[in-house]
């Protein structure tokens, strides 16, 4: 029976007989049930039967009565909700105060209907009517302020920025005091205790616990919807932005659903924009007699006067490319309108670089002209009191420089000035362009900001958390207590926006981190690079574990990396090296999983800790309870803290090993560049190998895990398979992991070999068990069934259903991390269809199951997973393009493209797949290629033409193309945006050219042009590069102490808060201190304390950019 019908059963029995309902089914079905309870009860009002129901199943005697397992399911449900809820209440106080802030933009009435102006604009308008007056809050109280003056303040105050797919992009930071608010409202929501009077880090530590583990940044980037129609509070301010928008990008040719397929032109430029903005100041250039650095006020200020400019490029852009689209009836083919957007990309990234380095200029020219008051402080330098004594002999300067006898004329004035100005702004462009290299633009994403998407037609919002760190360059482990930005994680959380606007909670939440093996690193060998991962891994299964609502038990990494041959790692993907990365990962999982064994065996070689396992955990707990309570003196505390961490990482690998808290890597790629999976005995010892085994066998024990984690969507007999197959996962596992002399890879153990023959058996049993399953509606139970059947079937191994068997894998995941290579392009492609597939569930559960609100493109995913789910289609490759399909017309460019953009600057670079490239045949694929290879050589000299070698290079080995073709997505000009991808060169011939057109240096204009001299002195600074200085630091022994915990972070943590460019010495910190800053919660404590006299190590950290 269908979860769906199963719950309407239950509210339908009516009081008296909920709990009798309830107790009659399955567990794994109750844990389910009554998760779905929890969030239909948080939507409904008082007295509702949803609300009745919980009430009854809350009943402290009934809950009693029920197994420890549902008892532990349930108070992990709560959890989650808890944390869902206390993300959807946090959503909406954004988009609230989004619209709050705006409403001044966009209308000079507030809320009541009072106009309001501020102190300089009452001002001015006192000065042109009488009558006027305002109270204390800017509010007109007494006269009439006519409609024509009103328009031009309201003029005056435009600067909202918007995305031609009809977007609002709003910096929003939140004050202390607002976000005390937020997170007051947040916990009488849930009922906790009401505090008060607290500030800074308080505050900070309250919304990390409420939102399950992470810390909101200050700022959010916000991007709202205009689109379509909205209920509810703020919506005249959502009209009037509407029109604003309108205004700026003109009448909208697309129906509302298809808004987020079209590209983003706005908001890749902006991100572009933000991240060469964030790298000039990074680099504090210094200009002037003073050494003066253009403050980061200044900055920002040149950062959105820039983007007003960009908006005006984009705007003009979409205008062309949606005439060039439109058919004569003025239809837009939207397909026709990304191929001519994408053309606009190299061109408006360039335009947001030249408006930055304009406002650059500008700048620094009010700089230079306000230090030149000559009757004041005008300080003259050597040079230029010697040229003026040339012409005035009466001059006089002091030692400093100031002019104290004689005066100059207005024009010497001017032409000093002038002549400051250009040393200062040539001098400035100078130094930067010298210190412009690719590692500068890689070193940190776009803002490091939280991101807030709205989705009007989705009905979903989501919150992408922050980070500072990029795919290209990320550190290895940062220890410390405060490091809770590792690995370039981002977490996404999902809700449901309903009819009135509101936000509710979801239980989605997913979560990407680009691989983190540091397989370029060059001071690190294979062993550092695995020792490396584990503590990562450590540091996922933590944040895993916060998104599980503290659940334990193993958790997945979905990895969409490519596993190649070793030639072709060698010969093609040398750049790359996706097949060392993967194979890295895959020893760290086992290393990483073997922690608690190995402790655990040491352990019980002692005599006093020769117990059972939960006896062994108890001693070891009331061991540290016991001596977190001794009171050390001065000269037993560095053993004292040494115990206690002993303790505590002891307690934490035995809790490991007791509660299976193993991380699962199921690395299947999802862009075809890569083989088959498959074990030796199915495929041959030509085509296998043993790297190949492991990686098939660990990803499908964690497909398996998946399953059993989700069984309440499976039939009784499916689920009794299901279980016991994991039963005999756990069991052989686990003996491979107490095998101290194990071998590197699961599958090469006999424990490994004899599980691989366990699973094919039960493959075969469980196809058969399919078959028999009945008929369900609800995504969930068909997803979860279609699954199973990939598995059954091995067509998960095909490539071309890798994307598939991922994007169902964590469809269906309690809580799912993806990421590959960089954790962009082909995880972007899983989360759109993620996002996609949780908004079809949401939407279809809030419409009482139905389809008719759907698209017809959206029925047909159910239509497709319910002909595979019941083995009606002999493989998947309807419903992979029906997803496809769906994601192309609704969500192509939505809100998990901004991942991408925030961490390199510019669009994924993923293209669809070529006609050959898709050719579905692996025989006729390889017969098109090698007939179309040859043509090309027969045709050779044809090769010079740039779109016939294009051609060629995209039809046969372009591997950028690795998207499904349905999608028809096109990535033209991405690459060339893309942090990493020349933008120091690019950014010289920025600069060059505003020079050249500026006033200062053109000679039209009366400027002074460049000589052969001076443009010598753009080109890249020889020995004053940045980039591998994050190495050099890596080769010297890292002494850092435990600091303030503010700075607790490492040493990268300094240079950001404190705008420094060398790492300060640390000041010493007392034993004493230290025992306060031990935490048995993290596992990168990073400080280990030792014996007096003796230095403290640290593992080597390495900084991102200085």
Excluded at 685 to 697: A, H, P, Q, Y
Excluded at 1001 to 1010: A, M, Q, S, V, Y
Excluded at 1014 to 1028: I, L
């Amino acid at each position: 029976m269908a979860l769906s019908k199963t719950f309407k059963d239950l509210i339908a029995a009516g009081e008296g007989h909920y709990q009798e309902n309830f107790r009659n089914l399955r567990d794994d079905v109750k844990i389910a049930i009554y998760q779905k309870l929890l969030f239909k009860a948080g939507e409904t009002a008082e007295g509702s039967d949803e609300r009745k129901a919980l009430a009854s199943l809350n009943d402290p005697g009934f809950q009693n009565s029920l197994s420890q397992e549902v008892r532990d399911g349930i108070k992990i449900e709560q959890q989650r909700y808890a944390t869902a809820k206390a993300n959807a209440i946090y959503q909406d106080y954004l988009r609230e105060i989004t619209l709050e802030r705006v409403r001044s933009k966009v209308t000079l009435l507030d809320k009541e209907g009072h106009i309001v102006l501020t102190a300089q604009e009452q001002e001015e308008v006192k000065k042109k009517y009488e009558g006027l007056e305002f109270n204390e809050h800017g509010q007109l109280t007494s006269g009439n302020l006519p409609a024509e003056e009103q328009s031009k303040i309201l003029k005056k105050r435009d600067d909202l920025l918007f995305d031609p797919q009809a977007r609002l992009i709003y910096e929003l930071t939140l004050s202390e005091k607002e976000q005390e608010k937020v997170l007051k409202k947040i916990e009488a929501a849930l009922n906790m205790p009401n505090v008060d009077d607290r500030q800074g880090i308080e505050i900070k530590a309250g919304l990390k616990k409420v939102l399950g583990g992470r810390t909101p940044t200050d700022t959010t980037l916000c991007s709202i919807d205009l689109s379509g129609q909205v209920n509810g509070e703020g919506t005249d301010v959502h009209k009037r932005l509407r029109d604003k928008f309108v205004k700026k990008y003109g009448g909208q040719p697309l129906l509302s659903h298809q808004r987020a397929s079209m590209v983003a032109s706005f908001e890749e430029t902006y991100a572009h924009m933000n991240l060469m903005a964030r790298t000039f100041e990074r680099r504090s250039i210094t200009y002037g007699e003073k050494k003066e650095t253009i403050s980061h006020d200044a900055w920002q200020n040149i950062r959105h006067n820039a983007a007003l400019k960009v908006q005006d490029e984009v705007a003009k852009a979409y205008k062309e490319a949606v005439k060039k689209s439109s058919d004569p009836n003025g239809k837009v083919d939207v397909n026709k309108l990304n191929k001519n957007l994408a053309k606009e990309r190299v061109k408006l990234a360039e335009s947001a670089k030249k408006a930055l380095i304009e406002g650059v200029v500008a700048h620094l020219k009010e700089r230079v002209a306000l230090s030149l008051e000559f009757d004041e402080e005008g300080k003259l330098t050597k040079e230029e009191q010697k040229d003026l004594l040339k012409k005035h002999q009466d001059l006089k300067f002091d030692d400093e420089g100031n002019l104290t006898s004689g005066s100059l004329t207005k024009a010497e004035q001017e032409a000093l000035i002038k002549k400051r100005t250009r040393e200062t702004v040539l001098g400035y462009m100078q130094k930067l362009s010298g210190e412009l290299n690719k590692h500068v633009f890689t070193a940190e994403t776009a803002t490091g900001y939280d991101y807030f998407y709205t989705s009007n037609y989705l009905q979903q919002g989501m919150l992408i958390s922050g980070t500072k760190h990029t795919a290209h360059d990320k550190p290895s482990f940062i220890p410390g207590l405060q490091a809770e930005d590792q690995a370039a994680f981002r977490r996404v959380t999902y809700t449901y926006r309903d009819e009135n606007g509101v936000l509710h909670p979801t239980s989605a939440v997913s979560a990407r981190i680009p691989s983190p093996a540091l397989v370029f690193h060059p001071t690190m060998n294979a062993q550092k690079i695995r020792e490396d991962l584990v503590k990562k891994f450590g540091f996922l299964h933590e944040q895993m574990r916060d998104m599980r609502g503290g659940k334990d038990g193993p958790v997945v990494e979905n990895l969409f990396t490519s596993f190649h041959s070793e030639a072709f790692e060698t010969i093609g993907d040398n750049n790359n090296r996706q097949r060392a990365s993967a194979l890295y990962m895959i020893q760290a999982m086992h290393e990483f999983n073997a922690q608690g064994h190995v402790r655990v065996q040491e352990l019980k070689k002692k005599e006093e800790y020769n117990l059972g396992d939960r006896a062994l955990l108890k001693k070891l707990e009331e061991e540290l309870e016991e001596h977190k309570g001794k009171k050390p003196k001065d000269e037993e505390v560095v053993e004292y803290t040494q115990r206690l961490v002993e303790l505590q990482d002891t307690v934490k690998d035995i809790k490991q090993y007791l509660n299976k808290n193993f991380l699962y890597v199921q690395n299947i790629g999802t862009n075809r560049h890569t083989r088959d999976l498959g074990y030796r005995d199915d495929r041959s010892f030509v085509t296998g190998s043993v790297e190949l085994d492991d990686i098939t066998l660990s990803a499908e024990m964690a497909m398996l895990h998946t399953l059993e984690e989700n069984s309440a969507y499976l039939s009784e007999e499916v689920k009794e398979k299901i279980t016991a197959i994991n039963a005999r996962v756990l069991e052989q596992y686990g003996t491979f992991l107490d095998d101290k002399q194990r071998p590197k890879y699961f599958a090469q153990s006999i424990a490994g070999d004899t599980l691989i023959k366990e699973i094919r058996a039960f493959k075969k049993e469980l196809e058969s068990g399919l078959s028999q399953q009945e008929d369900v509606d609800d995504l969930p139970s068909l997803a979860s069934n279609a699954l199973a059947r990939m598995i059954a079937t091995n067509q998960h191994w095909d490539v071309r259903y890798g994307q598939l068997s991922q994007a169902l894998s964590m469809y269906i995941e309690w809580a799912s991390t993806g990421g590959c290579k960089s954790g962009n392009e082909r995880n972007q492609d899983v989360m759109l269809r993620f996002a996609l597939l949780k908004s079809i569930h949401e939407r279809v559960e809030h419409n009482d199951g139905k389809l008719d609100k759907l698209q017809e493109h959206e029925k047909a995913i159910y239509a497709q997973m319910k002909a595979y789910a019941k083995g009606e289609t002999a493989d998947p490759d309807a419903l992979r393009a029906a997803i496809a399909v769906s994601v192309s017309k609704c969500n192509m460019h939505g809100g998990a493209a901004a991942i991408s953009r925030e961490d390199q600057g510019g669009a994924a670079k993923v293209s669809s797949f070529s006609f050959i490239q898709d050719i579905k045949s692996s025989f006729l694929r390889w017969s098109a290629r090698i007939a179309l290879g040859l043509v090309a050589l027969a045709t050779f000299p044809l090769l010079a033409i740039p779109p016939v070698r294009k051609f060629y290079v995209n039809q046969l080995i372009d591997t950028n193309n690795a998207a499904d073709r349905e999608m028809n997505l096109d990535a033209t000009g991405a690459s060339k945006t893309q942090a990493h991808k020349g933008q120091d060169k690019r950014t010289r011939e920025v600069v060059l050219e505003v020079l050249k057109e500026d006033e200062l240096f053109n000679k039209k204009k009366g400027g002074t042009e460049l000589t052969s001299t001076e443009k010598d002195g753009f080109k890249k600074a020889k020995g004053k590069s940045h980039e591998g200085y994050e190495f050099q630091f890596e080769k010297e022994v890292a002494k850092v102490k435990v600091v303030e915990p503010e700075f607790n972070d490492g040493p990268k943590t300094l240079v950001d808060r404190l705008g420094v460019k060398e790492i300060p010495k640390q000041r010493e910190v007392s034993p004493r201190l230290q025992i306060d800053l031990v935490s048995e919660h993290n596992e990168g404590l990073g400080v280990i304390p030792t014996k007096k006299g003796e230095s403290e190590q640290t593992e080597p950290y390495t900084p991102t950019s200085f």
